[in-house]
């Protein structure tokens, strides 16, 4: 019997092991595949193994039609293609806007996200909602962005447009007669901060030479109250704690001390000396510059978390500093700079760096150049940070670890000193009387409808329409509306 004969058993066995083998090896090769495939990596046609990149597309409005290097894609955004690695040229249209365009960059295994692309009418549709009969002092928009407040009438008399429902008739806000102290002369309003609540407005007012702080209760203007009066103090600048409209962080410009202060505990704390500009985040977080303990001519960075300070980093002494700080996907970032250094250094979570290595010295993730750098900003949603001097623009993209330096062909118009952040992902400046808008990178840069360039524009909370102060043919200003829908969309 064959099972009897040693040889034949042994052929047997060796066989049934060829098979466990390649078996083995069957299961391996597909798992490879399968990770390869789920890792970035395709099949061509011939078999061969290639790269791909996941890209998301999404647009306002959408859908909007998808080209990839001149050729037209079945899916419309919003959705996720798959691209072999490598440069293309997208393209995304709709019929009554103008075209979105930018070059991306795609390796094997990367997942890319084109969340931001915001397509503009071709032709804009401007309406006036009320002529102003004087010049305002003061036009300001929400951190929702849904209300706007645009002072009117006597120095102390406002109005407020609900823009979530932009049919409702703006609403008067009058401060009350002792919440602001009576001028012989000119007055100014400037906004120094909104309140997390979107309710409450930190409000400087400017009169004889001199400036008082009040803090401005937008649904309630009976309970504005001047903060000079109330808790008897006299800033050169007062900013809000952690954003809560009755918390302050009180600045003396003669001793450059740093205190603490609310309405409910009205005596000043102090907290730090010799400041010498400063940012603060949450209710314990300040980042600022001083030059107690400097070497000659240099001056420190530190940042103070709760109970502990960090030496971040020197800086040359000078007369302009830039600091700020927020988090992104949970970590901090620190950015900061002096504007004759020509540079800003960005920090991620330096705090974390020399708790770990306390030994060592934080070293920056970035530096961002501009000649006579003096603006410095995180955009809406943190992930990008921009520094700047006029038109000229360096821009870091947290998310991606990319960095931008550029300048503009549109030059500012007076007064502004800069520009602002749109949203999370575009700029936005007054030139020649037109409202300049592009992407972080400067990609994709419109002018839309005619703006003042002394009042920022506002944006309804779901950018359907943009509001601004413009000239009309009377050479006074309307506070116009300019819808960035076509009619057929809106």
């Known amino acids: 019997m064959d099972y009897l004969d040693p040889k034949k058993e042994l052929r047997h066995n060796v066989i049934l092991f060829t098979?466990?083998?390649?078996?083995?090896?069957?299961?391996?090769?597909?798992?490879?595949?399968?990770?390869?495939?789920?890792?970035?990596?395709g099949l061509g046609k011939d078999g061969t193994v290639i790269q791909n990149g996941l890209v998301y597309f999404s647009s306002q409005p959408h859908p909007a039609s998808i080209y990839v290097d001149g050729q037209l894609k079945t899916s419309k955004t919003n959705t996720r293609m798959l691209l072999p690695a490598g440069i293309y040229d997208v393209k995304l249209a709709r019929s009554g806007y103008g075209d979105w365009q930018r070059k991306i960059e795609l390796d094997g295994g990367d997942v890319e996200h084109f969340d931001y692309p915001f397509l503009f009418p071709k032709s804009l549709v401007t309406t006036k909602l009320q002529a102003q009969p004087a010049v305002p002092a003061l036009m300001t928009q929400s951190p929702d962005r849904r209300w706007l407040i645009v002072q009117q009438g006597a120095i102390n008399e406002f109005v407020v447009y609900d823009l979530k429902n932009p049919a409702k008739p703006a609403a008067p806000m009058a401060l009350p007669a002792g919440s602001i102290t009576k001028a012989t002369a000119g007055e100014t309003w400037q906004l120094a901060e909104w309140a997390d609540d979107n309710n409450h407005l930190l409000l400087q007012h400017g009169f004889d030479g001199r400036t008082e702080y009040v803090m401005a209760n937008r649904s309630e203007p009976a309970l504005s109250v001047n903060l000079n009066t109330t808790l008897a103090i006299n800033p050169a600048k007062l900013t809000l704690n952690n954003r809560k409209y009755d918390q302050y962080y009180i600045y003396d410009a003669a001793t450059a001390g740093?205190?603490?202060?609310?309405?409910?505990?009205?005596?000043?704390?102090?907290?730090?000396?010799?400041?010498?500009?400063y940012k603060t985040y949450d209710n314990d977080t300040v980042l600022y510059i001083t030059d107690s303990g400097a070497p000659a001519g240099k001056v420190l960075v530190k940042l103070l978390a709760g109970s502990k300070?960090?030496?971040?980093?020197?800086?040359?002494?000078?007369?302009?500093?830039?600091?700020?700080?927020?988090?992104?996907?949970?970590?901090?970032?620190?950015?900061?700079?002096?504007?004759?250094?020509?540079?800003?250094?960005?920090?991620?979570?330096?705090?974390?760096?020399?708790?770990r290595q306390p030994d060592h010295v934080a070293v920056s993730s970035q530096v961002l150049r501009v000649e006579a750098v003096n603006y410095l900003k995180f955009s809406d949603t943190a992930q990008y940070i921009m520094v700047e001097n006029g038109s000229h623009f360096a821009v870091y993209d947290i998310e991606n670890k990319k960095a931008y330096n550029y300048t503009t062909n549109l030059p500012l118009d007076a007064p502004q000193a800069h520009a602002q952040w749109m949203d999370g992902n575009r700029l936005l400046y007054v030139s020649g009387a037109k409202l300049a808008v592009f992407d972080y990178d400067n990609a994709n840069s419109r002018l839309l409808m005619t703006a003042n360039s002394g009042y920022l524009p506002a944006f309804a909370p779901d950018f359907k329409f943009v509001y601004s102060l413009a000239p009309n043919a009377a050479g006074q200003l309307d506070l116009d509306q300019t819808a960035l829908l076509i009619p057929a969309d809106q």
């Open 19 to 41: 098979g466990y083998i390649l078996l083995a090896v069957a299961i391996v090769m597909a798992t490879l595949i399968l990770l390869k495939l789920s890792y970035g990596f």
């Open 258 to 277: 740093l205190q603490s202060v609310s309405l409910k505990t009205p005596v000043p704390a102090s907290l730090l000396a010799r400041v010498l500009a």
């Open 309 to 355: 300070t960090y030496n971040i980093r020197s800086l040359p002494a000078g007369t302009g500093y830039l600091v700020d700080l927020t988090t992104y996907s949970g970590t901090m970032y620190v950015a900061v700079g002096a504007t004759s250094d020509n540079r800003v250094f960005i920090y991620k979570d330096p705090a974390d760096q020399l708790n």
